[in-house]
């Protein structure tokens, strides 16, 4: 397809599509329109079509809120591009609103001269009046002057497509998101196969259902393809990506599959103990079904048992491992606490959310960095990762696993809600290709010291239940060194917490050096971690190719950090970090390296647009 | 060291850890660790295969004092990490060592849910009606009116029947022993090691420092043989000096009645197995000063057991499904990239 320079074309479906290098699309509507489905659908076509893709979804916490409301707007946000996209994108091109309360909600979001699809059905006088608009807003001249607006009335035409199907009218309504979705696959030239087969497949014991979203999928298309009414039409041509097979996975499908990975990869079984909450209860779910994976759940009764019952299972020899959001972690606390007093390997997932209390708990903040560093009573080092993106998901939590196994110590992942539920492609791996883990369970008793340790790493040794002549107690009272035996000497309580400390800060001596991306000193070095990751490195790469002196750093290590962090730090004459706190990382590096750090904050339970890092950096560079 | 081949028998002292048992000279403690010494090596189980944990409290300290693998863990809870060690490992013995605050306050709830899940965990519950570790505030078990360091004029509060607890969270083995029965706790112990469920002891435990005589009603020379109803399975409730007194019911209420009056047959009999635990809830509620104390074995019936539950579902899953984690990963829509550039 030649690349076509020339703006919208007035002819409709007549004329080539415009070809365009990324798009974002925003569907909203009323909780029960089905959004994050048609959004889905959306990515995984775009996806295999060959784009690269990155998705958002927004949803409220109440899982009804009253139809039509401002409180009960869903929606999911995607970008979809011919090259690498590191976020879900900023400015919204088109916005696609099922009703007035979706409009009201996400009009600020969509950019001067996009596209508003409505479905001009929705925009009846009560609906209006629940979203507090006195007068019909596509009825407004001035709105269309700022976007261009397409008021199609989807509901109507889904009815006269289901004419001759046996389904009373509020069945037939439901489908009205296939008529979007099959309207925006024509208006972006994306094929509809893959759509075709899920119907097919999900709806394979519902004849009529499935007959119906077909139908007003094809309806969708074809009224954008005949009708003329739209008089844009797009296409976005494929991505160049690394040979392989891939697929699309969110953070929490990552997680899972991660930790069924690690289990297989230590030959051992996976113990997941968990309490449900948001937004971590997907990976509890996805573990659920792997039974034959040797995947273990175990739903507990709250909080504080899913953390013993870890650390029960780890004692026993699993890989043992528990998840979460901020609220549980405070729950987990004094047990966490024990682990780092018995030494044992385990890994704790804090898909963190909005805070403090029960917060936002559908949205997304990095605010439990120092919860997870220091949210416990005594000295209780342990180490910190966080993932950068959803599919970094599965690589971060195996690694999270060989440093509890390394290093005999409870490891925290901080993922995010963001990462949780945002997805992207995912170049899947062989098993066979990934390397094992070793696992050492000592079995002779001649020299045998419940707390010897390790030379190298200073990691006691994991003897577990079952091993004649090893039998020994472990417990939350400080440790004799050595033999772990009861002690209340000063001198050993001082040496056992140094031992402790030692123990993480030699988690670094595994850890690859840290890396910029950008020049190796200069002007500005922009700090990240977790899932600001794809946002401060786009904004990084705009700044550059503007000729600023700026370089991103990235870190997935947060404790310990990687050993030449105050070199780099020092290397150029301003350091800021971005984060969706008020500076907890700024915080950490200013004490550990005294440097004049910034920070650049957010906590509106959104991530970063790239505009906002692209301006504060500019600032600092002024 | 003891000779450990793995057939030799082993004897108490395999089971007697190398720490000084630290608890007040007269305590109720030693009789139990006693007592269990002398259990676990007729169980037949090898000793690396056993573990004891516990949470916080002066019984808490038991896992120290037995020579297996053990853990001391937090406060309350012990039966959250038995939990996770037994899904892990079903093939070890497990026991949790708890206390009347330990167990019926800070970890009622785990008590509870451990118990209703039937995992297959024996917890001995230590009941001195006392926080002994924290020197002498009332706990959930000690009496209304019971004047302690943190009740000087009296506690205000019910207390909690621990039979009761275990009742209601339908536990599947529930008894109760008296520190100082010994050959009686032998058997409750052994009973409750045997029981392949979740199995919970209420054991009676006298606080020498902080609430000395709480069981005289029990412990005492001629209270013991007057007031005490030693519950054995198939047999009438008789108790008493010469088994002269019985229980009947009269409706839904029990008596106590002169046997030689009544007649033998007319009494109550104990029945362990009952399916339903209406029978133990009446046992739960005798107590003085109308009724003698039942101990003994109040229920014992055989239900699913969690941890076999959960290797029965992995292992029909495997039968169903192979292993293929690969498989796994392309799971749903996958589309391959043939090489660099191009699709």
């Known amino acids: 397809m030649s690349s076509v320079d020339r703006g919208p074309v007035a002819s409709g479906a007549a004329a080539a599509p415009q070809e365009l290098e990324q798009v974002c699309i925003l569907f909203s509507g009323d909780s029960g329109d089905g959004m994050q489905l048609t959004g889905t659908q959306f990515s995984a076509t775009s996806a295999v079509f060959g784009n690269d893709v990155s998705t958002l979804p927004d949803f409220p916490a109440e899982i009804r809120a009253p139809a039509g409301s401002l409180g009960g707007v869903s929606a999911f946000q995607l970008s979809f591009a011919s090259h690498e996209l590191h976020t879900p994108g900023d400015a919204v091109q088109v916005l696609v609103a099922m009703n007035p309360a979706a409009l009201k909600v996400y009009l600020p979001r969509l950019a001067a ?510 | 060291m003891t000779d450990m081949t793995p057939t030799a028998p082993l004897t108490r002292k395999d089971f007697v850890s190398d720490q000084d048992v630290r608890w007040c000279p007269g305590c109720g403690d030693f009789a139990i660790l006693a007592q269990m010494q002398k259990v676990l090596p007729e169980l037949g189980i090898p000793r690396e295969r056993i573990v004891f944990i516990s949470g916080i409290g002066c019984s808490s300290r038991f896992p120290y004092y037995v020579n297996t693998y053990g853990i001391h863990s937090v406060h309350g809870r012990a039966p959250t990490l038995a939990t996770g060690l037994k899904c892990a490992r079903p093939d070890l013995q497990v026991w949790v060592v708890t206390g009347d605050g330990d167990g019926l306050a800070i970890g009622g709830n785990h008590l509870l849910h451990a118990l209703r899940r039937n995992v297959g965990i024996n917890i001995l519950l230590f009941n001195n009606r006392i926080y002994g570790l924290t020197k002498g505030q009332y706990s959930p078990t000690s009496e209304l009116g019971q004047r302690t360091k943190s009740s000087p004029d009296g506690s205000i509060e019910n207390p909690v029947n621990p039979i009761g607890v275990a009742i209601g969270a339908e536990a599947s083995f529930i008894a109760r022993t008296v520190d100082v029965f010994q050959a009686h706790m032998h058997d409750v112990l052994r009973r409750a090691a045997e029981h392949s469920g979740g199995a919970l002891v209420e054991i009676a435990q006298n606080c020498i420092i902080f609430n000395d005589r709480a069981w005289q009603h029990l412990t005492d020379p001629d209270a013991r043989r007057e007031h005490v109803l030693y519950l054995e399975h198939g047999k009438p409730m008789r108790f008493g000096k010469k088994l002269e007194k019985g229980i009947r019911l009269n409706g839904v209420t029990p008596q106590v009645v002169d046997v030689s009056e009544a007649g033998e047959e007319n009494l109550l009999v104990h029945d362990e197995h009952a399916a339903e635990p209406t029978l133990a809830y009446l046992l739960s509620r005798m107590g003085p000063p109308r009724f003698p104390t039942p101990v003994g074995v109040f229920r014992a019936v055989e239900k699913p057991v969690f941890e076999r539950l959960l290797m029965a579902q992995l292992e029909e899953a495997q039968r169903r499904s192979p292993p293929d984690l690969d498989a796994l990963y392309r799971q749903g829509e996958t589309w391959v990239v043939e090489e660099e550039g191009e699709r």
């Open chain 1, 113 to 622: 001269g996009g596209i508003l699809i409505a479905n001009s059905d929705a925009f009846t006088a009560g609906n209006l009046k629940k979203a507090d608009y006195a007068t019909n807003p596509l009825e407004d001249p001035e709105l269309s002057q700022r976007v261009r607006v397409y008021a199609v009335p989807m509901t109507t035409l889904t009815m006269n497509a289901l004419a001759e199907v046996a389904l009373d009218r509020r069945a037939k309504e439901r489908c009205k998101n296939f008529f979007t979705l099959g309207l925006l696959y024509w208006l972006y030239s994306r094929p509809m196969e893959s759509t075709r087969e899920w119907i097919r497949q999900k709806f394979a014991r519902v004849p009529a259902v499935q007959q119906a979203n077909a139908l007003t999928l094809e309806a969708g298309y074809h009224y954008g393809e005949t009708a003329g009414a739209l008089d844009v039409h797009f296409q976005v041509p494929r991505a160049r990506t690394a040979p392989g097979t891939y697929r699309i996975i969110n953070g929490n499908q990552a997680l899972a599959l991660g930790l069924a990975t690690a289990a297989r990869l230590a030959g051992k079984p996976l113990v997941y103990s968990s309490y449900p909450i948001t937004p971590a209860s997907d990976v509890l779910q996805d573990l659920a079904r792997l039974r034959h994976l040797d995947v273990r759940t175990l739903q507990l009764e709250d909080e504080i048992a899913s953390m013993g019952s870890t650390i029960g299972a780890a004692f026993g020899g699993a890989l043992a491992v528990t998840g979460t959001s901020g609220p549980g972690v405070c729950l987990k606390s004094e047990a966490i606490n024990l682990a780092v007093m018995l030494e044992l390997p385990m890994v704790i997932i804090n898909v963190q959310r909005g805070g403090p209390s029960t917060g936002l708990p559908t949205k997304t903040e990095q605010a439990d960095l120092l919860q997870a560093l220091f949210g416990r009573n005594g000295e209780s080092p342990l180490p910190v990762l966080a993932p950068r993106s959803p599919a970094d998901c599965f690589d971060t939590v195996i690694e999270a696993f060989r440093i509890a196994v390394r290093h005999m110590t409870p490891v925290f992942l901080l993922s995010e809600s963001f990462l949780a539920n945002s997805a992207e492609p995912w170049r899947v791996p062989q098993v066979g290709e990934l390397a094992s883990m070793e696992v050492h369970h000592p079995t002779e008793a001649d020299g045998f010291q419940p707390y010897g340790r390790d030379p190298q790493t200073l990691a006691r040794p994991w003897a577990i239940p079952g091993t004649p002549r090893l039998e020994h107690c472990l417990g939350g009272l400080e440790k004799a060194d050595l033999t772990g035996q009861v002690s209340y000497d000063p001198d050993n309580h001082e040496r056992m917490c140094r031992l402790r400390a030692e123990k993480i800060e030699r988690v670094a001596d595994y850890l690859p050096d840290a890396a910029v991306a950008g020049p190796a000193a200069g002007e500005l070095l922009v700090v990240s971690w977790g899932g600001s990751y794809g946002a401060v490195l786009t904004a990084v790469e705009q700044l550059q190719a503007q000729g600023k002196s700026v370089a991103h750093l990235h870190l997935r290590h947060l404790n310990p950090f990687p050993r030449n962090l105050g070199e780099l730090l020092g290397a150029y004459r301003k350091v800021v970090v971005a984060e969706l706190n008020f500076g907890q990382l700024a915080w950490v590096l200013r004490a550990r390296y005294l440097r004049d750090v910034q920070s650049f904050s957010k906590v509106k339970g959104k991530p970063f647009m790239v505009a906002e890092i692209v301006d504060a950096c500019q600032e600092l560079l002024s």
